[in-house]
């Protein structure tokens, strides 16, 4: 199982990003899919959420309005375009697929890419 970010870097105040995840080792298209983000010294909190389907999609509030998750899953990819970003959205972005099931669940986590947002 593979999850792997991408699309990270240095944007300054008001700027975009996209950063993409990339998924394989699993069947994605089953799968909810999220984008978490964790600060320096801040725990690790919840950004953007896209059901399975891509039917559904949740937001933190601090982010609503400015960022949009998409997913592609005859690519195995989900999406997280950010804009009017500040220099609080500074962190490092963690791609997570999660399923529940009757007798499981499985979580699966990728390696961060990290977004700054600095004049």
């Known amino acids: 199982v593979q999850l792997v970010e991408s699309g990270g870097g240095l944007v300054q105040p008001g700027g975009s990003l996209r950063v993409s995840c990339g998924a394989s080792?699993?069947?994605?298209?089953?799968?909810?899919m999220s984008w978490y983000r964790q600060a320096p010294g801040k725990e690790r909190e919840l950004v953007a959420g896209?059901?399975?389907?891509?039917?559904?999609?949740n937001y933190a509030d601090s982010v609503k309005g400015r960022f949009t998750i998409s997913r592609d899953n005859a690519k195995n990819t989900v999406y997280l375009r950010m804009n009017s970003l500040k220099p609080e959205d500074t962190a490092v972005y963690y791609c997570?697929?999660?399923?529940?099931?009757?007798?499981?669940?499985?979580?699966?986590w990728g390696q961060g890419t990290q977004v700054t947002v600095s004049s």
């Open positions: 997570n697929a999660h399923k529940e099931g009757p007798l499981r669940v499985d979580d699966y």
């Open positions: 080792g699993f069947t994605f298209r089953r799968y909810d």
């Open positions: 896209i059901i399975s389907t891509g039917g559904s999609t």
